[in-house]
Each structure stands twice: as structure tokens, then as C-alpha cells.
T-cell receptor, first 113, second 114 residues
Framework: AQSVTQPDIHITVSEGASLELRCNYSYGATPYLFWYVQSPGQGLQLLLKYFSGDTLVQGIKGFEAEFKRSQSSFNLRKPSVHWSDAAEYFCAVEGGATNKLIFGTGTLLAVQP | DAGVTQSPTHLIKTRGQQVTLRCSPKSGHDTVSWYQQALGQGPQFIFQYYEEEERQRGNFPDRFSGHQFPNYSSELNVNALLLGDSALYLC?????????????FGPGTRLLVL
């Protein structure tokens, strides 16, 4: 069965520091992978997606993610975090013939001034 | 370009009641999916509608039902509400393009069952 694991429930970084949020997935074939961000009380905003091709994917707001098949990972990175990046981040997988998204439990990001 | 819209934004019901939530997809999209997000959890897939038919369903009881209209908008109905149905209900729309679909989410409807 498909699943997504986000090992870090809560992360705190200083403004201007780099960020990496971890995501591991379980899926038999090549997955379609997504990162979404959710501000408090809001819906989900798509940051970036991976379907195929270049394993380094660029997204909005300066975020990027790298698909590593050998590690079953799709980690999200940003070189310099801004206070406005404080939010909850969700990794999701969509598997082939099924179009439903399977989400991880999320990582809550806090940004210190 | 209007994004995904949902109504109402908040709703309070009591146990045993029924509720209807509404969703209008992003312009040009033909598929609507519904998700339930309990507090502190990731969204869980309820079901998806395409061409006015339920395309697939997650692990939710029959108390959860839906409908898609010819204009692609959708409703989620929940009967016999339980306290555990309290959650943020998210609607997502997408356009069928083979298997590579990207779902765009609305702001959600927060349901509180007392």
C-alpha cells in the first residue's frame, strides 16, 4: 500500500537559515510526488510536483525538492527561510492509476527572528 | 482566474444531523476530490467525482455521499453526524490529463459537531 512518512513533526529554524524537510514514500512503481503548504486555518497551496524527468524540481517561493529513487525520498529544501514561510508542510504521493493523494502527517515549521 | 471555492467557511451542527458542503472547481477543471483533515493530521481522501460519477472512494462509511453537477461543481453530504466528523473538509479540483493530474485545493469548510 502507498504511504508517506514525514519523520519531523515540528522544526524550528532561524530566519535566513537553510531548510530541509524530509519525506519518505512507499510505492511500488515511480510515484507522482507533491509538496503542499498550509497556513493556519487555510487550505493547501501547491509548492511543487514531480511526475518524471529531472529529479530536482523547482517550485514557488524559492522552494525545491529532489526525488531520490534509491532512498524513496522527496525532500523539500530552501536555501534561506523567511518569517512568512512559517506554516505546516505536507508531502503527498499519487500512485499511477489511482488519482487520490496520500498525505503524510505534516511538518510544522516555526521561524525564529 | 478564480480558484477553488468552498461554502460555507464554518459550520456548527449537533450529533445526528445532516450537513451539505459545496465546492466550485477551478475554471477549466472537470474533476473534484474531497478530503477530511482532522486536527493535527494530514488530509484523508473521501472520494472523487468525474463526469458526474464517483470515480473512486476512500475508506469512509456510506454516511458520506456526494454529487457532481453538470457544471462540475460538487456537494459533500454527511448524514447522522458523529462527534468524530468534526474536521476541516477540503475540496480539490483537477483536470483529467492521463495519469498526471495536479489537484488544487480550496480554503476548506470547518465543521464542528457538538
Amino acid at each position: 500500500a502507498q504511504s508517506v512518512t514525514q519523520p519531523d513533526i515540528h522544526i524550528t529554524v532561524s530566519e535566513g537559515a537553510s531548510l530541509e524537510l524530509r519525506c519518505n514514500y512507499s510505492y511500488g512503481a515511480t510515484p507522482y510526488l507533491f509538496w503542499y503548504v498550509q497556513s493556519p486555518g487555510q487550505g493547501l497551496q501547491l509548492l511543487l510536483k514531480y511526475f518524471s524527468g529531472d529529479t530536482l524540481v523547482q517550485g514557488i517561493k524559492g522552494f525545491e525538492a529532489e526525488f531520490k529513487r534509491s532512498q524513496s525520498s522527496f525532500n523539500l529544501r530552501k536555501p534561506s527561510v523567511h518569517w512568512s514561510d512559517a506554516a505546516e508542510y505536507f508531502c503527498a504521493v499519487e500512485g499511477g492509476a489511482t488519482n487520490k493523494l496520500i498525505f503524510g502527517t505534516g511538518t510544522l515549521l516555526a521561524v525564529q527572528p | 482566474d478564480a480558484g477553488v471555492t468552498q461554502s460555507p467557511t464554518h459550520l456548527i451542527k449537533t450529533r445526528g444531523q445532516q450537513v451539505t458542503l459545496r465546492c466550485s472547481p477551478k475554471s477549466g477543471h472537470d474533476t473534484v476530490s474531497w478530503y477530511q483533515q482532522a486536527l493535527g493530521q494530514g488530509p484523508q481522501f473521501i472520494f472523487q467525482y468525474y463526469e458526474e460519477e464517483e470515480r473512486q472512494r476512500g475508506n469512509f462509511p456510506d454516511r458520506f455521499s456526494g454529487h457532481q453537477f453538470p457544471n462540475y461543481s460538487s456537494e459533500l453530504n454527511v448524514n447522522a453526524l458523529l462527534l468524530g466528523d468534526s474536521a476541516l473538509y477540503l475540496c480539490a479540483s483537477s483536470l483529467v490529463q492521463g495519469y498526471q493530474e495536479t489537484q488544487y485545493f480550496g480554503p476548506g469548510t470547518r465543521l464542528l459537531v457538538l
